[in-house]
């Protein structure tokens, strides 16, 4: 679904490698967690593959499009604009820090943008905004206003927000660091389900039991490089890179 070739990010006239050459295939229905210490570069990782961050150098291959390029050509040869926005709807983002806007209520976030951005009808918008929120056990706070939620539950609103668009991947930056710990596993939940359902999902996560349990696929990533990448189990239980082995043996 995505290939990454040689992904650079650099700050500071090039002093600062935030990415330092980074390549790597997300395939279709991927669970995909990138551990590291902080300052490794996943969040600029993440961020880069729907453009948020614009990478320095390299190339972003999202169904057989290289959207770091300003145009590209479509099946017929024809020379075509990249759409930023419309890429951005097909990957959903969920951040650290939730994003709801405070002054709407809860349904009024989950419908703006598929009214806005796709046109949906009201009527449809608010149906679908409601099976979502009945999923993730939140139908009930509908016409609450985010200051009345918990972290957790605002979070399980912030991802059923980004499924409204019915997304091809979903992409999340750390989305339990921000959470008190009792709240982390509600949101841990909700992932774990879209998991089962086969949502492609790439997850930049301090929670090595979500790493270990539902991915399958997992980077390790320090000072901008990917180091090593594998199975749950050739990371956890067969480390190779000495510098894996030196966080693993800090974090578990």
């Not at 951040?95 to 209520?105: A, D, E, S, W």
């Amino acid at each position: 679904m995505i290939q990454v070739k040689d992904l650079k990010k650099h700050y500071k006239m090039g002093t600062i490698k935030a990415l330092d050459g980074v390549t790597v295939n997300i395939n279709k229905g991927d669970v995909m967690a990138v551990i590291g210490p902080s300052g490794s570069g996943k969040s600029t990782f993440l961020r880069s593959l729907n453009l948020l961050e614009e990478p320095t150098g390299g190339a972003i291959i999202f169904n057989g499009v290289d959207i770091t390029k300003k145009k590209y050509q479509d099946e017929n040869g024809k020379t075509v604009k990249l759409d930023i926005d419309a890429l951005r709807q097909r990957m959903g983002m969920v951040f650290q820090h939730f994003n709801l806007f405070p002054h709407m209520t809860i349904l009024e976030n989950m419908v703006l943008a598929p009214m806005k951005v796709k046109g949906v009808s009201r009527a449809d918008a608010e149906k679908k905004a409601l099976e979502l929120l009945d999923r993730v056990g939140l139908k009930d706070r509908a016409d609450a206003y985010p200051i009345q939620l918990s972290g957790g539950q605002k979070q399980r609103v912030a991802i059923v927000r980004a499924l409204a668009m019915e997304p091809e991947v979903m992409l999340f930056d750390e989305p339990t660091s921000a959470l008190d710990p009792e709240m982390v596993g509600e949101v841990l939940d909700v992932m774990k389900e879209l998991a089962h359902e086969g949502m492609t999902m790439v997850v930049v996560t301090h929670e090595m039991g979500f790493a270990k349990e539902v991915g399958n696929r997992v980077l390790f990533m320090a000072d901008g490089k990917l180091l090593e990448e594998g199975t749950p189990a050739d990371i956890f239980d067969h480390p190779k890179h000495e510098r894996l082995k030196e966080f693993l043996a800090k974090v578990l």
